[in-house]
């Protein structure tokens, strides 16, 4: 049926190829292109030099280094996660295995702010835990802790679910093989398993790294927005904003899409690994 499809594509009328491609790209000029030249223009609006003050700003450099942080901690979590999950999605049938994917998706299905609610009411001062987290001196909700799980919640299906259907596909014939050859657990994982997936979890990490970067819903209820403190990149933008002060919002911003579009690369290049593995595999 594909090639059928791909035929009729192919026979279709010059001027239908042509009004799709054009619509495609009007499509991708207006709603992406322009959005991202409009930020580059006004972040240099008032020249280079305001430009690089704006960034090296005291309140953007903490809000840059808090945003890292949220990154560093939640991306090898949620990897751990992926990884232990996707394996046992993929390589195990066990009771609870379809609610286990489902609660996997839920980040998906779930607004962000509902979920940094979610978080002030168990850690808040008047949540379930509030009183007992006083009593040991211990901040969950307006501090880094809080922004930490914040950024894991809506971070945790990146990995899994580019590993799953992935290492479905692969089966598990090599692990058995190695098995049969006396291979322990650690050694199929490290040797077997993790050499097929390699592209396909450097992928789903570069995903995950992205969200968190952007994450401003669920982090921006459990922040308590403290300047200097517990802003992270896409807070301080709105900060910015809301003081009027365009010029260096768009400035901060233009940061948050540099590493967008590394991460974009990143992305690209690995995607193009993983089909080439596939279409090694096939062969």
């Given at each position: 049926?594909?090639?059928?499809?791909?035929?009729?594509?192919r026979?279709?009328?010059?001027?239908?190829?042509?009004?799709?491609?054009?619509?495609?790209?009007?499509?991708?000029?207006?709603?992406?292109?322009?959005?991202?030249?409009?930020?580059?223009?006004?972040?240099?609006?008032m020249?280079v030099?305001?430009?690089?003050?704006?960034?090296?700003?005291?309140?953007?450099?903490?809000?840059?280094?808090?945003?890292?942080?949220?990154?560093?901690i939640?991306?090898?979590?949620?990897?751990?996660f992926?990884?232990?999950?996707?394996?046992?999605?993929?390589?195990?049938?066990?009771?609870?295995?379809?609610?286990?994917?489902?609660?996997?998706?839920?980040?998906?299905?779930?607004?962000p702010?509902?979920?940094?609610?979610v978080?002030?009411?168990?850690?808040?001062?008047?949540?379930?835990?509030?009183?007992?987290?006083i009593?040991h001196?211990i901040?969950?909700i307006?501090?880094?802790?809080?922004?930490?799980?914040?950024?894991?919640?809506?971070?945790?299906?990146?990995?899994?679910?580019?590993?799953?259907?992935?290492?479905?596909?692969?089966?598990?014939?090599?692990?058995?093989a190695?098995?049969?050859?006396?291979?322990?657990?650690?050694?199929?994982?490290?040797?077997?398993?993790?050499?097929?997936?390699?592209?396909?979890?450097?992928?789903?990490?570069?995903?995950?790294?992205?969200?968190?970067?952007?994450?401003?819903?669920?982090?921006?209820?459990?922040?308590?927005?403290?300047?200097?403190?517990?802003?992270?990149?896409?807070?301080?933008?709105?900060?910015?904003?809301?003081?009027?002060?365009?010029?260096?919002?768009?400035?901060?911003?233009?940061?948050l899409?540099?590493?967008?579009?590394?991460?974009?690369l990143?992305?690209?290049?690995?995607?193009?690994?993983?089909?080439?593995?596939?279409?090694?595999?096939?062969?």
């Amino acid at each position: 049926m594909s090639t059928t499809s791909h035929q009729n594509s192919r026979n279709a009328p010059s001027w239908a190829r042509l009004a799709l491609i054009i619509a495609a790209w009007a499509t991708f000029i207006v709603f992406l292109v322009l959005p991202l030249a409009i930020v580059l223009i006004e972040a240099l609006k008032m020249g280079v030099a305001h430009f690089f003050e704006s960034m090296l700003e005291a309140d953007a450099i903490s809000a840059l280094k808090l945003t890292l942080l949220a990154v560093a901690i939640s991306v090898p979590l949620n990897l751990v996660f992926g990884v232990a999950a996707a394996w046992c999605v993929s390589k195990h049938d066990f009771y609870g295995k379809s609610v286990l994917i489902t609660l996997i998706d839920l980040p998906f299905s779930v607004s962000p702010i509902i979920a940094g609610l979610v978080y002030v009411l168990l850690f808040g001062a008047q949540g379930f835990f509030g009183e007992w987290l006083i009593e040991h001196d211990i901040q969950i909700i307006f501090a880094v802790p809080g922004i930490v799980l914040a950024t894991l919640f809506v971070t945790v299906p990146f990995v899994a679910r580019e590993l799953i259907p992935l290492m479905q596909q692969q089966g598990t014939q090599e692990e058995e093989a190695a098995r049969l050859l006396g291979a322990s657990g650690w050694q199929m994982f490290w040797h077997v398993t993790v050499p097929n997936i390699k592209w396909g979890l450097m992928y789903g990490v570069v995903l995950c790294t992205a969200r968190a970067m952007g994450e401003f819903g669920a982090v921006s209820v459990v922040s308590g927005h403290i300047r200097g403190f517990t802003n992270t990149l896409p807070l301080h933008v709105e900060i910015l904003y809301n003081e009027y002060n365009h010029v260096a919002a768009f400035s901060v911003a233009s940061l948050l899409l540099i590493l967008a579009l590394i991460m974009l690369l990143l992305k690209q290049w690995s995607e193009s690994r993983i089909n080439r593995q596939l279409n090694n595999g096939d062969e």
